[in-house]
């Protein structure tokens, strides 16, 4: 899977870093990506307070690419409860498909995050597309009398990628 990715990476004059000798055979040879710049960003739901944060996450991000089929986000100020994300990759020619989730359950309360997108690597820079979604609810029984609310956020991203 990672020398697909590789050639992908190679059309664009990009080199594959190798992980040190100590890795495990899962991580033996990684592709690393960051974000590059943010071509556009749309917030398709979520309060309008949040967009600067999710932008500045974007801005920070990372993607691994392990030889496995499996890749690894990572970002800042993010829970490490659900983070890094972690999922599977396919490689089809010069382009890169990705998705992953992550959900946790604490006492009366859950959350969850999703990613799933695409890297183009025959445009220069290459592009990468993605969908990012996150929500959290919460419940509780006081005097026998429920409560419960939901927070969610949805974000479509375009930016370019490059390799650290």
Excluded: C
């Excluded at 820079?125 to 006081?142: I, T």
């Amino acid at each position: 899977m990672i020398r697909k990715l590789v050639l992908a990476l190679a059309s664009v004059a990009l080199v594959l870093t190798a992980a040190p000798a100590h890795a495990s055979a899962n991580t033996a040879s990684t592709v690393r990506l960051r974000t590059q710049q943010i071509v556009r960003f749309d917030q398709l739901a979520g309060q309008q307070a949040w967009r600067g944060s999710a932008m500045n996450r974007v801005a920070a991000a990372a993607w691994y690419f392990y030889d496995n089929g499996t890749f690894a986000f990572n970002t800042t100020n993010v829970r490490t409860d659900l983070y890094p994300l972690r999922g599977r990759y396919q490689v089809s020619g010069d382009k890169v498909t990705f998705s992953a989730n992550n959900w946790v359950r604490i006492g009366g309360s859950s959350a969850f995050t999703e990613m799933i997108g695409s890297i183009d690597f025959g445009s220069r820079p290459p592009v990468m597309r993605l969908n990012w979604a996150s929500g959290a609810g919460y419940g509780a029984v006081v005097n026998d009398r429920r409560f419960g609310s939901t927070a969610s956020s949805h974000y479509q991203v375009i930016l370019t990628v490059a390799q650290f």
